[in-house]
Each structure stands twice: as C-alpha cells, then as structure tokens.
C-alpha cells in the first residue's frame, strides 16, 4: 500500500505480489483507518476509507497547516505500508500522534533510516555527523519518557532502537558490523540527550518490594533496565555502580540478568567476576545456565572466536542438549555480530563446525541452525563470499537430509 500526499488529496493505492499459481492478484477490499496529525495535536477525527480497488483519492482540506498522516491505525488491514512520508512527518507522529502503535512505528522508521545513515558513515570511515533529525528523533524520546500519557511498557518499546538485523534487511548490502555501532551510537546520542532523565526515572522505577509478575510491575522493571541500558552506552560514571547494585541485589530473575548483560557492556575485570558468579549462583539450575550460556555468547569477548569455542568445553556444556547448544551456537550467530561476521571469517569457520557436529545428533536442531545464513545476500561481498564457501562446505559434506535441503535453498542451488 503507497500513499501520497498533494496540496489537498490523499491518494491510497495497493499492490499484492503474486504467489505461485496466482501470477496476477485481483485487489482486496482494505479498511484504512487513518488520520491527520498536526504540530500540536490531530486535525481531525479518524477516518475510515476502504480502498476496493487498485486506488482511491480523498479530499482533505488542511493545506494550509503543516500535517502528517497516521494511517493504518489500530490494525484497520493487514498490509505492509510505504509512504513519501520523511523525517519531519516521523518526528511529528512520534510527538502528537495518539496511536501508541503508529506513534512508536514511527520512531522505529526514522531509527531505522539514521542507523542506515550511520552504518554507511562508518563503512567509509567518517564520524557519524549529528543532524536535525538525529537531535528531534532523541529529543522526541526523551519527551516520551517524561510523558504521563503512556505506560512504562510503551515507553520501554519505544526506547528500544531496531536491531541490526533490522537495518541490514532495510539496506541493499552493508558491512553488519558497522550497522551494530551504527546502533551503539544512536543509542548514545538518545542518552546523551535524556542523560539526567534516565538516572531520575531509573531511580524512581527501583522497588524493593516482592517480586510481581503482572504488567504493571514488568512494566516497571523494563523501563528501569532500559534506562540504564542506555545510561551504559554513554558509559555514564553513575552506570557501573547501579549495575553491581542491581545484580547484587536482584529479587528477580528479569533485574538479575539485565545487569549482567550491562555489566557485559561496561567492560572490565568486573564482567568476568559477575559471570563467575552467577554461574556458582545457578549452576543446578539447566534453564538459567541456558540463559548464562546465550549471555556469554553475545560477549565481545577479548580473545575473539576461541573465547566462544572454549564454552564448548565448559563443564556444564552437553552438546547432546538441543537447548545448551542453541543457547551458545546460536546465541553466538544471533546476538554476536562482531565476532560473528568477523573479517577473518573464523565467526563462520566455528559455526559451520558446530552446525555439522549437531547434524550427527539432531539434524533438525542443526537445520534451523543454519538458517542464519540466509542474511547472506545482505552483506557486504567480502562476507557473502565467505558464507557462500562455509555452504559449500556444508553441502560437500554429505550432511542430513534437513540439513542439505536448508543448504542448497540458502545458497540458491
């Protein structure tokens, strides 16, 4: 669905790609709930047009104020949405449009657009230039955070930029290292800006009390872990000590492994000190040491890929457990980007070595697996070489029928 905005008509038009056996696909009749949101508010009540055929046009008689389009409202049709909307209508949704999910869409849209920005800003190697939508998209967040309106769950949401699979699926080929500093730097621009906000509201958001598990309570701990999440991107001096104090004094699992993982981003001695310890803690426990296990997978450890390949020798690493496996394999390929999609290739090296292993075992575990590969037409020619050789590699081993099959599909034999 497009939508296009002139001086005073709206024009909505569909397109369904076709599918096998339907070469040509007949329109659908999509209701579009929409509506114009101004500088200070909505100009207007929701409208409901249904768009029959291949495209439709109504008036609108505000082309004299400056206005955006909030459309597809409250789910009004399953359609993917592309419009000629630009940065100043995302900034203007993200502050006045009622919605929650549009108004969060939006900030996702623009985040999107600037971390492809600076995901080609890094790949030349230039420093990432502030600009006028990069300062209203953290100060539009910022005013987020300090709105009343919205709930602490909404507010966790949309503190939440995408992620680097995101903005790679958003670009025609990128270097996915660059597009996850390309994350850590809008990130610290967002903290940077709402720096004293996110220390007031973490503070404020901290309960000793027992531990809840209803909405308003989870509600609670995900905005108070974001904010200093985001705190921890700038390396705020006030970010390590609420970290080890939180992790020390977690009564819940969510607190807990949150600071951990923050800890694991502030760096130091003090990362390996908390992992040795929450091990020890958990140790008896297989379903968190699955979740310790996915931690250290995403650690941009030190010493690189061996780091990970040691876990495998770990005294509580079973690779006959489809669960540890998935846990540290892939976790590894999931959330490990930088030794992942190492220049070296040894990140896909180890993971094939892995995939095959499981394959002896669990060929559908191993299978779904190596469905990570399939990112591979996204990457940067260097990377898609080296993933195009590991499937090679794979398909050369005379590996399961699962396995084969995802494969040559992945590869596009």
Same mark, same amino acid.
């Given at each position: 669905?497009?939508?296009?905005?002139?001086?005073?008509?709206?024009?909505?038009?569909?397109?369904?790609?076709?599918?096998?056996?339907?070469?040509?696909?007949?329109?659908?009749?999509?209701?579009?709930?929409?509506?114009?949101?101004?500088?200070?508010?909505?100009?207007?009540?929701?409208?409901?047009?249904?768009?029959?055929?291949?495209?439709?046009s109504v008036s609108l008689p505000l082309s004299e104020q400056s206005y955006s389009l909030s459309v597809l409202q409250d789910f009004s049709a399953p359609?993917?949405?592309?419009?000629?909307?630009?940065?100043?209508?995302?900034?203007?949704?993200?502050?006045?449009?009622?919605?929650?999910?549009?108004?969060?869409? +939006?900030?996702?849209?623009?985040?999107?657009?600037?971390?492809?920005?600076?995901?080609?800003?890094?790949?030349?190697?230039?420093?990432?230039?502030?600009?006028?939508?990069?300062?209203?998209?953290?100060?539009?967040?910022?005013?987020?955070?300090?709105?009343?309106? &919205?709930?602490?769950?909404?507010?966790?949401?949309?503190?939440?930029?995408?992620?680097?699979?995101?903005?790679?699926?958003?670009?025609?080929?990128?270097?996915?290292?660059?597009?996850?500093?390309?994350?850590?730097?809008?990130?610290?621009?967002?903290?940077?800006?709402?720096?004293?906000?996110?220390?007031?509201?973490?503070?404020?958001?901290?309960?000793?009390?027992?531990?809840?598990?209803?909405?308003?309570?989870?509600?609670?701990?995900?905005?108070?872990?974001?904010?200093?999440?985001?705190?921890?991107?700038?390396?705020?001096?006030? +970010?390590?000590?609420?970290?080890?104090?939180?992790?020390?004094?977690?009564?819940?699992?969510?607190?807990?492994?949150?600071?951990?993982?923050?800890?694991?981003?502030?760096?130091?001695?003090?990362?390996?000190?908390?992992?040795?310890?929450?091990?020890?803690?958990?140790?008896?426990n297989p379903l968190v040491i699955d979740k310790w296990f996915a931690v250290q997978a995403g650690r941009k450890h030190p010493g690189g890929v061996e780091?990970?390949?040691?876990?495998?020798?770990?005294?509580? &690493?079973?690779?006959?457990?489809?669960?540890?496996?998935?846990?540290?394999?892939?976790?590894?390929?999931?959330?490990?980007?930088?030794?992942?999609?190492?220049?070296?290739?040894?990140?896909?090296?180890? &993971?094939?070595?892995?995939?095959?292993?499981?394959?002896?075992?669990?060929?559908?575990?191993?299978?779904?697996?190596?469905?990570?590969?399939?990112?591979?037409?996204?990457?940067?020619?260097?990377?898609?070489?080296?993933?195009?050789?590991?499937?090679?590699?794979?398909?050369?081993?005379?590996?399961?029928?699962?396995?084969?099959?995802?494969?040559?599909?992945?590869?596009?034999?």
């Amino acid at each position: 669905m497009q939508t296009q905005l002139g001086a005073d008509v709206i024009t909505f038009q569909q397109k369904t790609p076709p599918t096998p056996g339907q070469p040509n696909k007949k329109p659908l009749p999509l209701p579009i709930k929409w509506q114009a949101i101004g500088d200070d508010g909505p100009l207007m009540e929701p409208q409901l047009t249904v768009l029959k055929g291949e495209k439709t046009s109504v008036s609108l008689p505000l082309s004299e104020q400056s206005y955006s389009l909030s459309v597809l409202q409250d789910f009004s049709a399953p359609a993917i949405l592309h419009t000629d909307q630009n940065s100043d209508d995302a900034l203007r949704l993200m502050a006045n449009d009622p919605n929650a999910f549009n108004r969060w869409e +939006a900030g996702q849209a623009l985040a999107r657009k600037l971390m492809g920005e600076i995901t080609k800003s890094i790949e030349s190697g230039e420093t990432p230039a502030p600009n006028p939508a990069l300062r209203g998209y953290a100060q539009a967040l910022k005013a987020t955070l300090l709105d009343n309106n &919205f709930d602490n769950n909404f507010k966790a949401l949309a503190l939440t930029i995408p992620s680097n699979m995101e903005v790679l699926q958003s670009l025609p080929h990128a270097d996915p290292i660059a597009a996850t500093l390309a994350g850590d730097w809008l990130n610290r621009a967002v903290a940077d800006e709402a720096q004293a906000d996110l220390i007031d509201a973490y503070h404020a958001l901290k309960d000793d009390g027992p531990f809840s598990p209803d909405a308003k309570a989870a509600g609670r701990r995900a905005l108070k872990n974001r904010c200093l999440s985001l705190l921890a991107s700038r390396q705020d001096a006030v +970010a390590a000590p609420l970290a080890i104090s939180q992790f020390h004094e977690a009564t819940n699992m969510t607190d807990e492994l949150s600071a951990l993982l923050i800890l694991d981003k502030l760096g130091g001695r003090r990362v390996d000190e908390s992992m040795e310890s929450f091990y020890a803690k958990w140790k008896d426990n297989p379903l968190v040491i699955d979740k310790w296990f996915a931690v250290q997978a995403g650690r941009k450890h030190p010493g690189g890929v061996e780091a990970i390949r040691k876990l495998t020798q770990h005294e509580a &690493f079973d690779a006959r457990n489809p669960n540890r496996v998935r846990a540290l394999v892939g976790g590894f390929a999931m959330s490990n980007p930088h030794l992942f999609h190492a220049p070296s290739g040894a990140g896909y090296e180890f &993971f094939t070595e892995q995939v095959l292993e499981m394959d002896s075992r669990n060929p559908s575990v191993a299978a779904r697996l190596l469905g990570v590969y399939e990112i591979w037409r996204k990457l940067d020619v260097q990377r898609q070489d080296q993933i195009k050789a590991q499937l090679r590699k794979v398909i050369k081993s005379k590996p399961s029928k699962n396995v084969l099959e995802i494969a040559s599909k992945t590869l596009g034999n």
